[in-house]
């Protein structure tokens, strides 16, 4: 039987994205079954790079426009002054040999880990599935995550 | 010490060391030893953890100057 990982994503910031690919992909390296659940702002991890993105009423419309999200879009939790220090911390990662967001996904998702993304942020913000990358692997709620956890020992909420 | 294949990781930084290991030794076949090189001192406490979790066989990890060599045997 294989251990098993749930980690759920509720931020949207790139360093606190990195840190839980960082789990992930560590835990897919053990050999163990890692699911990752993207809710609220973590959804904005998932979200394409490119494309409008489409949602009804003003409100939606509005937030959609103001949290755009995408792996590329994301800012840093701490001293992201306007771009500026995501662009330092880019550049410190690059010198590093570290991947970036987007390497990390696709890292992740080639070495077995399951995206899951919350329909019930999606309803309410208005974020349709054709808002997400390719490799998320199922919409789902709570009872779904609840289930994954209840079969592993390590859960973290990131 | 002798191995069958020797995978490169300076420079990196966990997790890519850890991963680059499960992915070499995925491509070898049983009993076969492979070798990584790493200067993250990460690896030192990273490579038992891995092999304990994965039951692959940690045979040693020399240490050199600016790098650690870590000896691992494929289980199954």
């Known amino acids: 039987m294989k251990e098993k990982v749930t980690l759920i994503v509720f931020s949207g910031e790139m360093d606190k994205a990195l840190a839980a690919f ?8 053990m050999g163990m079954e890692v699911t990752i659940f993207f809710t609220f702002w973590g959804l904005n991890v998932i979200k394409k790079n490119q494309g409008p993105l489409k949602s ?12 755009r999200g995408g792996s ?12 500026l220090g995501k662009w330092m911390m880019g550049k410190l990662m690059r010198n590093a040999k570290f991947p970036s967001l987007d390497e990390m996904i696709a890292l992740a998702h080639g ?22 990358i390719p ?12 289930e994954k956890a209840n079969e592993g020992k390590i859960n973290l909420f990131v | 010490m002798k191995a069958d294949a020797s995978l490169d990781c300076v ?16 491509e070898m076949k049983t009993g076969q030893v492979l070798e990584v090189i790493a200067d993250d001192e990460g690896i030192k406490a990273d490579a038992p953890a891995w092999c304990r ?4 066989e940690l045979l040693g990890i020399e240490e050199e100057t600016g790098a650690y060599k870590v000896y691992v045997r494929k289980a199954k």
């Open chain 1, 22 to 29: 960082n789990i992930a992909l560590g835990a897919a390296s």
């Open chain 1, 56 to 67: 009804r009423g003003v409100m939606r419309k509005m937030l959609n426009f103001m949290n």
């Open chain 1, 72 to 83: 590329k879009r994301l800012p840093l939790s701490r001293f992201h002054m306007f771009g």
């Open chain 1, 111 to 132: 070495a077995g880990v399951k995206f899951v993304a919350c329909t019930t942020t999606m309803g309410m913000m208005g974020v349709s599935k054709e808002a997400f």
């Open chain 1, 135 to 146: 490799e998320v692997d199922s919409f789902a709620g709570v009872a779904t995550y609840l």
């Open chain 2, 11 to 26: 420079g990196l930084y966990c997790p890519m060391p850890i991963y680059q290991t499960a992915k070499k030794i995925n």
């Open chain 2, 53 to 56: 979790i994965t039951g692959n």
